[in-house]
């Protein structure tokens, strides 16, 4: 039976209402990269914090940047994260031409002014400060912070859920449909399997490590289809 207090309602309605507003400014407005940047801080992370500050809930929440020196689970997600890397490029080389990947480039140049010039720069953010965002959004607030006041499943499911459909509105461009319905299952398993790793530790190292070395693939696979390397 899931368990639902008033504050678990609060942060179901937050997370919802923030994954449709930045999904509709990814996929609907017309901004370059920058300008989301900045309306993804904005939303992930400064109205969540002005929130709970609002709200007396900090301390809730503070300690998910927290460095546990008896964390030992790092140097495991470091190698996950390792494994993770090697399994995203290693599909890409051996099931990727089966795949069209040619309106990736067109639709990041065409609809975000992102290109062979500024990519590296943009695939630099991407892998430390975006998924720093994501993590402090998903895994801090939509899991962490949320399991506080509901059940543990509730958590799982909310945050695994709203990470992957988040990511629908910049990615449905880019794939046919069949290879998108098997990305938003990848992320979807990928968001359950970051909260298991935050889940004892209630830090989001664990899953930032992994995240960012997905992050490095994808963008070593980027640099690949720009021509860069």
């Not at 920058?34 to 500050?53: A, E, G, H, T, V």
């Not at 890397?85 to 890409?92: A, C, T």
């Not at 992957?164 to 992320?187: K, P, R």
Request: one cysteine or more; hydrophobic letters at 55%.
């Amino acid at each position: 039976m899931f368990k639902f207090k008033k504050e678990s309602l609060v942060v179901f309605i937050i997370v919802i209402l923030n994954c449709i507003l930045m999904a509709f400014i990814d996929g609907v407005f017309s901004a370059n990269y920058l300008q989301k940047s900045i309306f993804k801080i904005i939303i992930f992370m400064l109205l969540p914090l002005l929130y709970l500050k609002k709200h007396h809930h900090l301390d809730e929440i503070k300690n998910i940047f927290k460095v546990k020196r008896d964390n030992h689970s790092i140097f495991k997600s470091f190698a996950l994260g390792i494994g993770v890397y090697l399994l995203i490029v290693g599909s890409y080389f051996t099931i990727g031409n089966y795949f069209n990947f040619n309106q990736i480039t067109s639709s990041l140049e065409n609809g975000i002014g992102v290109n062979s010039s500024n990519f590296i720069f943009v695939a630099l953010y991407i892998s430390f400060i975006n998924s720093l965002l994501e993590e402090f959004f998903f895994r801090g607030y939509a899991f962490i912070y949320l399991k506080k006041h509901t059940s543990k499943k509730v958590s799982y499911i909310l945050s695994s859920l709203s990470f992957a459909l988040y990511h629908i509105a910049m990615m449905i461009t880019w794939f046919d449909i069949i290879l998108l319905l098997l990305l938003i299952c990848s992320l979807f398993v990928g968001g359950l399997i970051f909260d298991f790793l935050d889940d004892k530790s209630e830090t989001i190292y664990n899953s930032w490590f992994v995240h960012m070395f997905a992050n490095f693939a994808i963008n070593t696979i980027g640099l690949i289809l720009f021509g860069i390397l």
